[in-house]
């Protein structure tokens, strides 16, 4: 399977991703860890992919989602963003919402 059908597999079989450097409990970069503590500060159960054990992930992922850095929160199969936009929407309450409300519609489906 080429790297591209792998990041799609991920972005569709996991309702929350986060692509980072690290791991959210061993973070490898400030806005990874701030991202990751804001995902944490929701509630909900979430996949990573730490970008450094990937690099063809790592090299290819910006291209697919139009988007040049890490970390990278998908959620329902849509790119939110990077860290400076988890964190205001975290502030300002909309991440969990997005988040909460992804979870409920994943689990109603099964």
Same mark, same amino acid.
Not at 16 to 43: D, T
Not at 93 to 98: A, I, R
């Given at each position: 399977?080429?790297?591209?059908?792998?990041?799609?597999?991920?972005?569709?079989?996991?309702?929350? *991703?986060?692509?980072?450097? /690290?791991?959210?409990?061993?973070?490898?970069?400030?806005?990874?860890?701030?991202?990751?503590?804001?995902?944490? /500060?929701?509630?909900?159960?979430?996949?990573?992919?730490?970008?450094?054990?990937?690099?063809?992930?790592? &090299?290819? !992922?910006?291209?697919?989602?139009?988007?040049?850095?890490?970390?990278?929160?998908?959620?329902?199969?849509? *790119?939110? /963003?990077?860290?400076?936009?988890?964190?205001?929407?975290?502030?300002? /309450?909309? !991440?969990?919402? *997005?988040?909460?409300? &992804?979870?409920?519609?994943?689990?109603?489906?099964?």
């Amino acid at each position: 399977m080429d790297i591209i059908e792998t990041i799609k597999e991920q972005i569709a079989n996991n309702t929350v *991703l986060l692509y980072m450097k /690290g791991s959210p409990n061993a973070p490898q970069c400030g806005f990874s860890a701030r991202a990751s503590q804001a995902v944490m /500060g929701c509630g909900e159960k979430f996949a990573y992919v730490d970008i450094l054990q990937n690099p063809e992930i790592r &090299a290819n !992922l910006p291209k697919y989602a139009n988007w040049p850095t890490f970390p990278q929160l998908w959620v329902g199969g849509e *790119l939110v /963003g990077g860290s400076d936009i988890v964190l205001e929407m975290f502030e300002k /309450g909309e !991440l969990q919402t *997005l988040i909460k409300d &992804a979870a409920n519609a994943k689990a109603s489906e099964a």
